[in-house]
Nanobody, 118 residues
Framework: VHFVESGGGLVQPGGSLRLSCAASGFTFSRYAMGWYRQAPGKERELVASISTTGRSTYYVGSVKGRFTISRDNAKNTMDLQMNSLKFEDTAVHYC????????????WGQGTQVTVSS
């Protein structure tokens, strides 16, 4: 299993970024997927998730209304559109499956750094 995250960078508060995740090595369309982030000194947290079909999404309260998650099962990719970025969004962002009763996260990719700074 392999995840490649891209699209991070340095952006000013209020700016936008679009993150992309390319997944391989498993049947992508069979798993709910999520974007996670880990800020310095903090634990990794789930930021947004999307169901297998893309019809259902979840966002943690701090990003609701600002971030939009999407997926393309034909291409085994997932995106995260991040708008109105805030200082507290600074973190390394990762993609992975959403764990469940019989599902565990796979090995993590290298992630992509998002830095919000003026």
């Amino acid at each position: 299993v392999h995840f490649v995250e891209s699209g991070g960078g340095l952006v000013q508060p209020g700016g936008s970024l679009r993150l992309s995740c390319a997944a391989s090595g498993f049947t992508f369309s069979r798993y709910a997927m999520g974007w996670y982030r880990q800020a310095p000194g903090k634990e990794r947290e789930l930021v947004a998730s999307i169901s297998t079909t893309g019809r259902s999404t979840y966002y943690v309260g701090s990003v609701k209304g600002r971030f939009t998650i999407s997926r393309d099962n034909a291409k085994n990719t997932m995106d995260l559109q991040m708008n109105s970025l805030k200082f507290e969004d600074t973190a390394v962002h990762y993609c992975n499956v959403v764990p469940g009763v019989s599902v565990s996260t796979f090995s993590w990719g290298q992630g992509t750094q998002v830095t919000v700074s003026s």
